[in-house]
């Protein structure tokens, strides 16, 4: 299923037999330049091919909107890293991020 919100495209993967939410994520389309936001799946449905079936469903949304380019962002060596390199996306370039825990009290 999926649904527009504000503009931007929000994708929901359900379970096929109980059809209970499984894993969602975002598209953006700005001109012919799609961007690809988080994706998230719940830890039971991990490790089933619901990424890939994400990332192939906005990219066939982005390519029937007339996109000419997909972009996303990505923690570096993770799994969605992983998953985005095996869909044909290439790295561009790095931004480093920097946290700061936060404290209580202060």
């Keep these: 299923m999926a649904a ?5 495209r929000f994708v929901l993967a359900t379970d096929t037999v109980s059809g209970d939410p499984i894993a969602c994520a975002t598209l ?9 936001g988080g994706m998230s799946t719940v830890p039971s449905a991990r490790r089933r091919g619901v990424q890939s079936a994400l990332i192939r469903h ?8 007339g996109c000419a380019i997909a972009t996303t962002t990505v ?5 969605s890293e992983r998953n985005l390199l095996r869909h044909g996306f290439d790295h561009w370039f ?3 991020t920097l946290t ?6 202060s």
């Design 4 to 8: 527009k919100v504000d503009g931007d």
């Design 58 to 65: 906005r990219l066939a949304l982005a390519a029937s909107s």
């Design 28 to 36: 953006s389309i700005r001109d012919d330049v799609a961007t690809l």
């Design 100 to 105: 700061r825990p936060t404290t209580t009290g």
């Design 94 to 96: 790095t931004i480093e």
């Design 75 to 79: 923690a570096p060596g993770g799994d």
